[in-house]
């Protein structure tokens, strides 16, 4: 079902207004020429110069050309940066944050949504099944990549074999803004049922600061311990803001 205040896929009548009250569709049932010389321009510029030429409203108007083909996104694409901050924000935003904007329904959503898996998908298939400790840049991109944009905690555990090979990466828990809750007998036991001998700790900040709060500290320190019992390493803790990320075997907290 469509949200209220969103637009359909099904084809728009030639009285139908735009965000601003316009009619956008010409009596022929065709967009402006205005608009389709600027998709054409906006296209063409992408598949010259590619992300690094346009600014992210523009590769967001890009995304939302295929979900509204027959109005002019760019108002829209705006609002998306405006409300949420940038690109990798909008993307990442919950559906229900994204459904309280404005002209986004149902086919904005998925589209965003389209992009967010195929983008975690890529990053992840950098990372799986390698060798984590030599592919440690691929590793803080994935991270980013999941969780730096994300408006809420997520706790995740990455799980390596016996060669530091990544064998699983699994989220553990999610809370809200500025906690979550983490369960060190838990991620033990999953480790011992995926024949795991090491792990890679990683939550986000989504206040953008990724320094360690005493909480984190201590819950590191707590499943350290028990994988010195279990015989499972614990190489490092990440900790993900947006800019940024820390490690605590750099920051020697390990």
Known sequence: MTHPHGFSD????????DEAGRTVLDPAGRLPSYIQDHRRRLRARFVEGGAAAIPDYELLELILFRAL????????????????GDFGRVISAPTA???????????????LKIVEAAAH???RARVLHRPVLSSWDALLDYCRTAMAHRETEQFRALYLDRKNVLIADEEQARGTVDHVPVYPREVMKRGLELGASALILVHNHPSGDPTPSQADIAVTEQIRQAGAVLGIVLHDHLIVGKSREISFRSEGYL
Do not use: C, N
Request: charged content about 35%; proline content about 7%.
């Open 10 to 17: 099904s084809q728009r009548s030639l009285s139908d207004p």
């Open 69 to 84: 083909p027959r109005i002019d996104v760019k108002p829209l694409a705006r609002r998306l940066i405006d409300t949420f």
């Open 97 to 111: 944050r994204l459904r309280e904007i404005d002209g986004v329904g149902d086919a904005v959503v998925q589209e």
């Open 121 to 123: 998908r890529l990053a």
